[in-house]
């Protein structure tokens, strides 16, 4: 069964570190890989990968995607109270037209 | 470009009760993808309609159903509500063709009483 875990599953850190989030799947025949942030309403979007090795780039916060080891990460450098949510990961496959999630890692960064 | 509507925006209902939710895409999306998310199970996918047809649909009894009008836009019904069915209700559009990435509407907060 197609499956995408993410951890940690929360994470708290002081404004100005950097993090990792993490992301793996397993799914057939791997379509794309979106990650989206999540406050107290819809999730936004942050980025999309589809190939390895490029790095998508958004401010500080980037991401990358390696489709040997089926992972992904986002990292967020000098991190503000602003960055708390809960980042989510979804994997589409292709040909099934639906985006399977992970259950997130919450994200909390003190002030 | 105006985002993704969703109305109504909150609900409450009793048990037993039905109810219709109604999603409206970016214009030019024809995907909508219904997902439920709830604190323990997170963000799960109910179906995808695109032009007016159901591509795909996930592991959901058939009290949950939805259709997709001519325009693009999406509801989603359940029928006999459960205790249970209390989550918020998202909808996700977007071209539907080749990869392109889904936008969220703002949800429906639906509680069943």
């Known amino acids: 069964e197609d499956k995408v875990v993410q951890s940690p599953l929360s994470l708290v850190v002081h404004e100005g570190d950097t993090v990792t989030l993490n992301c793996s799947y397993e799914v057939t025949n791997f379509r794309s890989l979106l990650w989206y942030k999540q406050e107290k309403k819809a999730p936004t979007f942050l980025f999309m990968l589809t190939s390895s090795g490029i790095e998508k780039k958004s401010g500080r916060l980037s991401s990358i995607l390696d489709k040997k080891e089926l992972f992904s990460i986002l990292n967020i450098t000098a991190t503000q109270t602003g960055d708390s949510a809960v980042y989510l990961c979804?994997?589409?496959?292709?040909?099934?037209?639906?985006?399977?999630f992970g259950t997130g890692t919450r994200l909390k960064v003190l002030a | 470009k105006a985002g993704v509507t969703q109305t109504p925006r909150y609900l409450i209902k009793t048990r037993g009760q039905q109810v219709t939710l109604s999603c409206s895409p970016i214009s030019g999306h024809r995907s909508v993808s219904w997902y439920q998310q709830t604190p323990g199970q997170g963000l799960q996918f109910l179906f995808e309609y695109f032009s007016e047809t159901q591509r795909n649909k996930g592991n959901f009894p058939g009290r949950f159903s939805g259709r997709q009008f001519s325009n693009s836009r999406s509801e989603m019904n359940v029928s006999t509500l459960e205790l249970g069915d209390s989550a918020l209700y998202l909808c996700a559009t977007n071209s539907g063709q080749g990869t392109d990435t889904q936008y969220f509407g703002p949800g429906t907060r639906l509680t069943v009483l």
């Open positions: 979804a994997v589409e496959a292709a040909g099934t037209y639906k985006y399977i």
